[in-house]
């Protein structure tokens, strides 16, 4: 069982930079490929970006690439997401999550087993 804590969310202007975290319970944290996802309202959940076991390899959506940056700890059990020239369509739920499924299914949400709460990024223009 793991537990997923998301923080770092807030308002933020047109261009600025944000930083999310995600805090995991447990001892197996580094046995987990780690996402991020987003769902903003009446859309689908979006995947965001995501990160392997050693965070030695990374994976973008395309419209993040260049100004999201995924990165993970694992002695502190955190996975991050650095959001840069953030835009008003970045508005949204920010979600981690936690796989044990195969690294090429990184970027399918029902391929993870657990889920953060989610923390809202509000961006204005």
């Known amino acids: 069982q793991v537990q997923l804590v998301e923080s770092g969310g807030g308002l933020v202007q047109a261009g600025g930079s944000l930083r999310l975290s995600c805090a995991a319970s447990?001892?197996?944290?580094?046995?987990?490929?780690m996402g991020w996802f987003r769902q903003a309202p009446g859309k689908e959940r979006e995947f965001v970006a995501a990160i392997n076991r050693s965070g030695g390899v990374t994976y973008y959506a395309d419209s993040m690439k260049g100004r999201f940056t995924i990165s993970r700890d694992n002695a502190k059990n955190t996975v991050y997401l650095q959001m840069n020239s953030l835009k008003p369509e970045d508005t949204a739920v920010y979600y981690c999550a936690a796989s044990n499924s195969p690294w090429d299914t990184r970027s399918n949400g029902n391929q993870y087993n657990y889920w953060g709460q989610g923390t809202q990024v509000t961006v204005s223009s």
């Open positions: 447990g001892r197996t944290f580094i046995t987990y490929s």
